[in-house]
C-alpha cells in the first residue's frame, strides 16, 4: 500500500504562483511514472503532467510553459511548480503514482485562481 499526501494548495490570484508537493510513503525511486491531474467542477479528470523514473516529463498544451513537474528522490516527493496561474486553472489537484501496475491516488488539494 502506498500513500500520497498532498500539501501546497491555496488561493492566489491570476497571475500568481503555486507549488504543490506530493511525499509518498515508498522510495520513490522505485515508481516508474507519477505526477498530477485536475478536476474541476463539472469536468471530467484531466492529467495536467507526469514524470517517469528517467525524468521525461509530459504536459497537457494548456499548462505548458507555466507549470513544471520535478521530483526528488532523496524526499521520496513530487512536485508541480505552477506560474502564471488562470482562473482557468481552478481544480482540485491529485497526485498519482504508479507501482507494478496499480495506480494510487492522493487525496486531492484545492486550488482556486481568483480573476
Known amino acids: 500500500q502506498v500513500q500520497l499526501v498532498e500539501s501546497g494548495g491555496g488561493l492566489v490570484q491570476a497571475g500568481g504562483s503555486l507549488r504543490l508537493s506530493c511525499a509518498a510513503s515508498?522510495?520513490?525511486?522505485?515508481?516508474?511514472?507519477m505526477g498530477w491531474y485536475r478536476q474541476a467542477p463539472g469536468k471530467q479528470r484531466e492529467l495536467v503532467a507526469s514524470?517517469?523514473?528517467?525524468?521525461?516529463?509530459n504536459y497537457v498544451d494548456s499548462v505548458k510553459g507555466r507549470f513544471t513537474v520535478f521530483r526528488d528522490n532523496a524526499k521520496n516527493t513530487v512536485f508541480l511548480q505552477m506560474n502564471s496561474l488562470k482562473p482557468e486553472d481552478t481544480a482540485v489537484y491529485y497526485c498519482?503514482?504508479?507501482?507494478?501496475?496499480?495506480?494510487?491516488w492522493g487525496q486531492g488539494t484545492q486550488v482556486t485562481v481568483s480573476s
Open positions: 498519482y503514482v504508479d507501482l507494478y501496475g496499480i495506480r494510487y
Open positions: 515508498i522510495n520513490i525511486f522505485r515508481i516508474n511514472a
Open positions: 514524470i517517469t523514473s528517467g525524468g521525461t516529463t
